[in-house]
């Protein structure tokens, strides 16, 4: 079935510096990929629809200029936290349409968790 | 998409089935009903959708009532490994590529040894 792989699965750095995590479709094709966070005891927030060939669409308050998504091809997806501060630690998660459902499932990656000291 | 209500948590025991529900009054004729699952620190994992027949996988059961109104999510035979949130999603089939799911609160299932 499709897979997503995201990677890496968890990453700890320094506050000012910037992190990127990729998203992989394995074995399918999406133009369209979906980012997510999630604090600790929450539920998934939506954090940003990254498109294929175009600049990514940003939730309200979600700083366009901090979370930089890249999407430069049907396969990958990049999602760059940058001048990245303690408060920016969290569990994110990308997902892509496609799947065992078939075609009308969103499929998700593992999830990155980001320690930032 | 429609509006979903679920109980906030749910315990079962190890080896008895594990029936999970969702009101959906307000579904729409062409909204189908998803359900997913979110084991600790892992990302969602999908498990079931239908439109208005009962669905079953390997994974499990998803009972839809004749109304629409509501469903259940049927696993035969929980285990441990099925300890996880569980979220009822509804919405148009169609808009699976173009918009995100939204996720509510789930419900938190506690399967006993």
């Known amino acids: 079935g499709a897979v997503v792989s995201q990677h890496p699965s968890w990453v700890i750095c320094k506050s000012g510096t910037s992190v990127k995590i990729e998203c992989r479709s394995l074995d399918f094709q999406a133009t369209t990929m979906f980012w997510y966070r999630q604090f600790p005891k929450q539920s998934l927030m939506l954090m940003a629809t990254?498109?294929?060939?175009?600049?990514?669409?940003?939730e309200q308050g979600v700083e366009k200029d901090k979370f930089l998504i890249n999407h430069a091809s049907l396969t990958l997806s990049t999602l760059t936290v940058t001048s990245a501060h303690p408060e920016d630690s969290s569990f994110y998660i990308c997902?892509?349409?496609?799947?065992?459902?078939?075609?009308?499932?969103?499929?998700f990656g593992a999830g990155s968790r980001l320690t930032v000291l | 998409d429609a509006k979903t209500t679920q109980p906030p948590s749910m315990d079962c025991a190890e080896g008895r089935a594990a029936n999970l529900p969702c009101n959906h009054s307000?579904?729409?004729?062409?909204?189908?009903v998803y359900w997913y699952r979110q084991i600790h620190s892992q990302g969602p994992q999908y498990i079931i959708h239908?439109?208005?027949n009962n669905e079953t996988n390997e994974m499990a059961s998803l009972i839809i009532t004749e109304d629409r109104k509501s469903s259940t999510l049927i696993l035969p035979h929980a285990t441990l490994r099925d300890t996880a949130v569980y979220y009822c999603?509804?919405?148009?089939?169609?808009?699976?590529?173009?918009?995100?799911?939204?996720f509510g609160s789930g419900t938190r299932l506690q399967v006993q040894p």
């Open positions: 990254s498109n294929e060939g175009s600049k990514a669409t940003y």
């Open positions: 997902s892509a349409r496609g799947g065992s459902g078939g075609a009308n499932v969103l499929t």
């Open positions: 999603i509804v919405r148009v089939a169609r808009d699976t590529g173009r918009r995100a799911l939204t």
């Open positions: 307000t579904i729409s004729g062409n909204e189908y």
């Open positions: 239908g439109l208005k």
